[in-house]
């Protein structure tokens, strides 16, 4: 079967850095990608790797291993809003998305 | 950007009655859309794959008569949950992409927060 692998909850202070890991098994992989979600909102894109190796953009960057198995999303010089869940999401051999259940991400001041 | 609109972005309605969400790219033609569902503090669940002009691809265990998708153009399809029950209140979010394959990412939708009583 298919299966991403995210941990629950993490709880990171404010300035700090946080990394959040996600592992999968999926049939073929055609990409992987990050998504943020606020409560109650809709997931907002962050990140696309589709080759081995780090992705910065900005605060956030992405890492792949695609021989692992393994993602992790970067976040730097955290802040309270970027309190929500990440979801790492993988595309599999018929480029359907398959999503991890989300990590939530608490910030403390 | 690309934008994906929904509406309405919250219903709520009575037991057995019919509630449609739009969901509208646009600024782009979206040759696919995607609807989910989402519960309080789960992720989100694929509910249907859908191509304009043609019947969508429900996942399993998704009743294609209870939700009723039309694709009637490249930007706009329309999820229709027919005889609404209380358990099908949920977040229902539509994505779209541009591309059928590769690297083409999904905009999502603001969503719609269904409450049915």
């Known amino acids: 079967g298919q299966n991403i692998d995210q941990p629950t909850e993490m709880t990171a202070t404010e300035g700090a850095i946080v990394q959040i890991n996600c592992t999968y098994q999926?049939?073929?992989?055609?990409?992987l990608f990050w998504y943020q979600q606020h409560a109650g909102e809709a997931p907002t894109f962050l990140s696309y790797?589709?080759l081995d190796g780090l992705e910065e953009k900005g605060r956030f960057s992405s890492f792949l291993s695609r021989s692992k198995g393994y993602s992790y999303l970067l976040l730097k010089e955290l802040q309270m809003k970027d309190s929500a869940s990440y979801l790492c999401?993988?595309?599999?051999?018929?480029?359907?998305?398959?999503w991890g259940a989300g990590t939530k991400l608490i910030i403390k001041p | 950007g690309a934008v994906v609109s929904q509406h309405p972005s919250w219903v709520i309605c009575k037991s057995g009655t019919s509630v449609k969400i739009e969901c509208r790219s646009l600024?782009?033609?979206?040759?696919?859309m995607f609807w989910y569902r989402q519960f309080p503090k789960q992720s989100l669940m694929l509910m249907a794959t859908?191509?304009?002009?043609?019947?969508?691809?429900?996942e399993q265990g998704v009743e294609k008569d209870k939700f009723l998708i039309n694709h009637a153009s490249l930007t706009l399809s329309t999820l229709t949950v027919t005889s609404a029950h209380p358990e099908d209140s949920s977040f229902y979010i539509c994505?779209?992409?541009?591309?059928?394959?590769?690297?083409?990412?999904?905009?999502f939708g603001p969503g719609t927060r269904l409450t049915v009583l």
């Open positions: 999926t049939s073929g992989f055609n990409g």
């Open positions: 859908s191509n304009e002009g043609s019947k969508a691809t429900y």
């Open positions: 994505s779209a992409t541009a591309g059928l394959a590769g690297s083409h990412e999904q905009f």
């Open positions: 600024d782009f033609q979206a040759t696919t």
């Open positions: 790797n589709v």
């Open positions: 999401a993988v595309k599999d051999s018929n480029y359907q998305l398959i």
